[in-house]
């Protein structure tokens, strides 16, 4: 089964993490992809370029470069990279996270051998030295569990997926909705009758920290996020009940004093 690579990268990037990343999706991997399509969401470093370029004179046709000339923002940049991809089967890649060895060749094998149009896994999480595990983040392994847990918590770990281009067009692809795009995505799919599921180990090492945390805290956040929730209810995804329970819980986590939020994300990623 033949599969194109989707990544995007923009200007705050560091080229070493860029990198890595790309040696662990074709130096390092055991099933090497067909297709990979790296989207440059607005003008890069030089020393982005710099490395862009020595990708590009390795990998020839293999790689294909989709410049923009402004940010667009992830969202965007994913959709335009996807109408690039050569093959049906897609797996996302971000730019600075590592992909483990096995990865491709275990996904694979689960939407050659399954009726599976997502196929995610367990990703680590690491710091600044990869091979120091700070935490994991585990989400259900069969669709009904995966259909289950979505109500209350994002179902699939982005940077693990593989999944069908004709069934993310289909749903509609990437909508704007400020740091929930993904998670909006996958219930779009779930209604359109998309088959999902994750294999039970971390096949991704995602590059986080402290930062991302205390990003993904505060009124701002909070509030996006009740965008998101009112527009799950909006499409009949969830019910009022459960909006409301999402509601409680989700802003007492949002609001608590950042000294916690390390301790309350690593007590909830390793539940």
Known sequence: MKFSILMSIYIKEEASNFDMSMKSIWDNQILKPNDIVLVE?????????????????????????????????????????????????????????????????????????????????WVSEFSNNENEIISYRRVPKRHDEIVKFSKKRCPVNHPSIIYKKNIVEKSGGYIKMLWFEDYYLWARMIMHGAKFYNIQKPLVNMRAGYGQLQRRSGIKYAKSELVLLIEFKSIKFITTYQLLMNILIRFSIRIIPKFLIRYVYTLIRNF
């Not at 990708?55 to 293999?62: A, E, F, H, Y």
């Not at 470069?65 to 965007?76: C, F, R, Y």
């Open 41 to 121: 969401d607005g003008p890069l470093t030089k020393e982005l370029y710099h490395m862009i370029n020595k990708w590009k004179l390795k990998l020839g046709d293999i790689f294909q470069v989709i410049s923009l000339k402004k940010n667009l923002g992830l969202g965007d940049a994913l959709n335009i990279g996807i109408k690039h991809c050569k093959f049906n089967v897609i797996a996302r890649m971000d730019t600075d996270d590592i992909s483990l060895p096995n990865r491709f060749k275990e996904q694979i094998e689960i939407m050659k051998n399954n009726d599976i149009d997502v196929c995610g896994s």
